[in-house]
C-alpha cells in the first residue's frame, strides 16, 4: 500500500517544529513574571547618586523594556554627567557599562556616544590595560571582568581592538580568570559574551580559519568552566547566576535542557523570596536573563520592542514579628597580616560587617583603623592599618567569618552574635 500523499508533509511540519522547541531560551514563563516583581521594585524605588556606578542598571531598564521615562532621564543625566566630568579617571569597565547603557536599544544617548567620541576613549582605555599587563606580570589596571565588558563593548559598538591580543590574552588559561586558584564565574561569563561577540563580527570580517576556531574553543572552554561550577540550579554563586546564565545562552547547549533550567528558575525564584537581591545592581545583573535576554542583544533593532508591563506595587510592610532576640549581640572580630589582632566587640542587633569594623576601630584605632570606597555593590574595604590593597600587585583585604570567605561585601553582611569575623591580608 502506497503511504498517503499527505504523509511527507506532517513530517516537515514536525522537523520545521523541532528546532523552535530547541532554541527556545531558559527564560521566566509569562505565568511566573510576577516574581520578578522585586527585582523590578528594588531598581525603581533605589536613590541613585553614585553616577555611572549605577549604568548597570540603566543598561536592564532599557534591555528588558521596562519603561520608566523619569528614571530613565536621571540615570543617562547622572552618567554623562560623571563622563563629562571624570572620563580621565574612569575605569575600563565603568567607561564600558556607560556607552552599553547610553547605546542600549536605540535612543538619544547614541548621539552623546558619539559627539563625546567614547567609543574611541574606550579603545585607549582597554589598550592601556594592555600595556599594564605588558609591563606589571600579567596583570592588567583594573580585572578581567572590566576587561571583558570593555572588549564587549567595543565589540559591540564598533571600535577598534587587536584580534591578535584578544587569542593572546583571553586564553581560557590565563590566570586572571582566577582569585586563589578559584575560577571567577562573573569574569568568564562576560568574557564568553565578549568572545562570542567578536566570533560573530570575525565570521563577517573574514579572519584567518585558525583564530576563529580559537575563539571558538575559548569560549566552548570558558562555558564548560561556568558549567562545572553549578550547584544546587545555581552557576557560581546567587549573584554570578544571571550573567552565567546569559554566557551559556549564547554558547552551550547546557538551558535546552528542561531540568537545568527549571531547576536554576527554582533556586533563583527562592533567593528573591529571600530578599538576597540587594543593592540594585544586583537585581540589575540577573534581570535580564530570566526575561531571556543576553548583553549582546543591546544593538539588535528588535531590543526595545515588546516593553514589559509589571505591576509594582507599594511594598507590603513585612510583618512585624513579635521579637525576644537581643538588642545588641557580640562577635570576635580580628585583622590578620602575619600576627593576628583580635578584639570583641558589642553591636546593635541587625548589623552589617562594616559595623563591626567601626566599633573595633573606636576601641582601638591603631590595631583597627581601615578605609574603604564606595562601588556599585557597596563598601570596598581599601586598607587595614594603613596597608593598601594593590591591583597591580594582585593583593586584596579578604572578608572571612569562622574561617569562610563571605560572598557579601562589608556594606550587605549582617553578621550573628558569637560570629568569629576576620579582615585577612591576601592574595588573589
Ligand atoms: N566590576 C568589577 O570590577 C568587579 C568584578 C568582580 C568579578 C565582581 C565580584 C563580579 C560582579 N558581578 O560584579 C569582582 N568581584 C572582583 C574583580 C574582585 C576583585 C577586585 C580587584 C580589583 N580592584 O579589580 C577582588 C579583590 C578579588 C574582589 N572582587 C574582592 C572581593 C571581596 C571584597 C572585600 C573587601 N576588601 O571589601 C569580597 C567581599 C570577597 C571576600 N570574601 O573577601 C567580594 N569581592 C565579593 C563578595 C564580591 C561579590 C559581591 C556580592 C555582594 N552581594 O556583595 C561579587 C558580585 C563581586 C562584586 N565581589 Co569581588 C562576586 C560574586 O559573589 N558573584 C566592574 C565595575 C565597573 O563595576
Known sequence: MRPPRWLPLVGLLFFSLIPSQLCQICKVSATDS????????TMLKARYTKGIQDANVLLTLRLVGIKNQSL??????????DINSREMELTSG???LGILALGACENPDEEFIRGAHLVSKLGDKFQAEIQNMETHDGNPLTNYYQLSLALLALCLFNGSYSITDVTYYF????????????FSVDTGAVAVLALTCVQRNKMQKKTEASTEDKIKNYTATLADKIQSEGKQGLLGNTFSTGEAMQALFVSSD??????????????????ISQKAFFPPISAAQILPALMGKTYLDVTNSSCS?????????????????????????SVKYSVRINETSQTEVTVRNGSVFLDVMKAAQEKNETLFRFTVEETSWGPYVTSVQGIKANTCDRTFWKLLSNGQPLGQGAGSYVVQNGENLEVRWSNY
Open 72 to 81: 530613565e532621564q536621571q540615570l543617562s543625566q547622572q552618567i554623562k554627567e
Open 254 to 271: 547546557y538551558y535546552k535542557s528542561e531540568t537545568n533550567c527549571q531547576e536554576t528558575l527554582r533556586t533563583v525564584f527562592y533567593n
Open 34 to 41: 510576577r516574581r520578578l516583581e522585586p527585582l523590578i521594585n
Open 94 to 96: 565603568q567607561l564600558a
Open 305 to 329: 520592542h515588546n516593553p514589559v508591563k509589571f505591576n509594582i506595587s507599594p511594598e507590603k510592610p513585612g510583618a512585624v514579628m513579635p521579637t525576644t532576640a537581643p538588642l545588641n549581640i
Open 171 to 182: 586564553t581560557p588559561e590565563n590566570k586572571n580568570y582566577y582569585f586563589e586558584d578559584q
